[in-house]
């Protein structure tokens, strides 16, 4: 079977919503992505960093998921990575309240040694450097590495970003952040951009709006799931991603017909993320529920009509 | 056949977008209504009012598409209502520049004789007033009524609005409007309000980001084609809707399976709009292209996951 290796944050989230407010509770990229991906039964591993003072109790439950911690480190004494956010009230724009490093100042990432092999390289949103350590780390390189990253990169890190971009297969990034990468106003043109950049996929995430999947001169897109109540975002584009990963290291699978029904599983799985605060929804989701909004997300979009 | 009557302004627009400007040109709702919906050969009729200073050649060019313009009334004397508007450069918002309502200002909509019994009427955005004495008109309930308004008559005529709303199985509103009437965010519980004040379908339209239909507990959602460049967004939403009644019109089937494939030729008619200005496009657009475009929208949508 293919194994997943997925690079990204473990950490500490506060939230606040117009629903409530946390206290400090498990989140980052690398989890997300990591529980996401869990879904599909393929062999992964999380390399991250995390504090003296992350409980032995998160750990535990990532590993229940099967997910290899090995190369999760713990640093003596070192306080665990910490983000503070509050939304407003459409939940669609949040307000960093504190951002604390703490141990991820210093990350140095190290590949647990049976997954410097792994076909299916995950990079989540992190510091281009530690992203390009881990591509180097690989002792072939993997069939797909996807890249995860966000407009903080662009404003501080350009070179070192468009080496990591020139590096993968697929990059996902949010409608605005590929406006800014290219200068282009138009998604289909930024997608063009960015081809030429080196990702021969590229998926632009709307929040609310949906995801396209652009692969060369072929679109396709996929809505998000019109639902009652959003509680929290927080983790939903990590959570798409790593459905995205989880399904395409499952069915290793690289087609464009195939990416399709990856957008779609990524889509499934961010519209439970949101449902409840943190990663709460995605620690105690079952695999029925997946098929059956699978299901809603036909109806959603299929249609018959003859073409003349 | 079935019989489609139209009530609409007919007018002229100066539009300004980032890439050019024009003097005015043939604009309104009741027109970009009948040429959308001229494409499925439906009989159809516009009502609608002109001055004096509107030319024969526009009133020739909607007859060449087999509308029937025997509704327009012709006002000697008068001048013909003018919008004139300037896009942003992201072309998703604008300022309007100018708005004379000249005739519109006593307009009294008089159905034709032979278009009283019209099984389809599309009540395109007018005051409230004007759209219930055009219901009023019609010798037996039409099979179908099809509302579009706008958030203006929400802020100044509201209990008439309520009163139109109330009489209409399809209302065709954006995003923000939607959320204006009902006072709920999540579109899904504003579809469900808006249900309850009448209409069985509710068609939340999302500009770039695509339109939604509920119909009861049912969800249909279609991409707005990704295009490399909009050029005048001015009568998209309008021919969104005439493509909506037109296909429905022509196959006479309301069933929400059938108007899946309405919102999708909407949305298919509403990407030729915009690419060029005013009515420009629409006025030659060939069916051909349609069903071109048709195979793009199922290529954009279409997936094939076995669900377990």
């Known amino acids: 079977m293919s194994k997943l290796l997925i690079v990204g944050t473990v950490a500490f989230d506060a939230i606040e919503t117009p629903f409530g407010k946390t206290d400090k509770i498990l ?26 003072d992350f ?3 998160y750990l535990d439950m990532l590993a229940s998921k099967k997910i290899d911690v090995s190369g999760i480190e ?29 141990v991820l100042a210093d990350f140095n990432p190290v590949v647990p040694k049976n997954y410097i092999d792994a076909e299916v390289l995950m990079l989540g949103n992190l510091h281009p450097s530690i992203q390009l350590s881990v591509i180097e780390q690989m002792v072939k390189r993997p069939k797909l590495i996807v ?12 070179d070192e970003l468009l080496e990591v971009i020139a590096k993968v297969d697929i990059i996902t990034i949010n409608d605005e952040e590929a406006r800014q990468l290219t200068g282009e106003y138009s998604l289909l043109k930024a997608a063009q ?12 995430k709307k929040g609310e709006h949906g995801a396209l999947l652009f692969h060369n001169d072929n679109v396709f897109f996929a809505p998000a799931l019109p639902l009652e109540e959003v509680f929290d975002p927080t983790g939903a584009g990590d959570t798409f991603a790593g459905g ?10 690289f087609s464009f017909e195939n990416m399709k029904n990856g ?14 605060f943190g990663t709460e929804r995605m620690e105690d989701l079952s695999k029925e529920a997946i098929q059956k909004r699978l299901q809603q997300f036909r109806q959603l979009t299929q249609f018959e ?4």
């Open 244 to 253: 995205l990963v989880g399904y395409l290291t499952k069915t290793n699978d």
């Open 55 to 57: 409980p032995q109790a």
């Open 305 to 308: 009509i003859e073409i003349a």
């Open 193 to 204: 951009k960015i081809h030429s950049m080196g990702p021969t996929n590229v998926v632009i």
């Open 147 to 158: 890249l995860d990253t966000m407009n903080f990169w662009m404003n501080h890190t350009w």
């Open 74 to 102: 713990i640093v003596n004494g070192g306080k665990t990575f910490f983000w503070s956010g509050k939304y407003h009230n459409d939940l669609n724009t949040r307000d960093t309240l504190d951002t604390q490093l703490n």
């Open 263 to 276: 957008i779609i599983y990524g889509s499934n799985l961010a519209s439970f993320c949101v449902e409840k």
């Open 27 to 52: 989140g980052g990229a690398g989890t997300y992505i990591g529980l996401a991906a869990s879904q599909f039964n393929v062999d992964s591993a999380i390399v991250s960093v995390v504090g003296e």
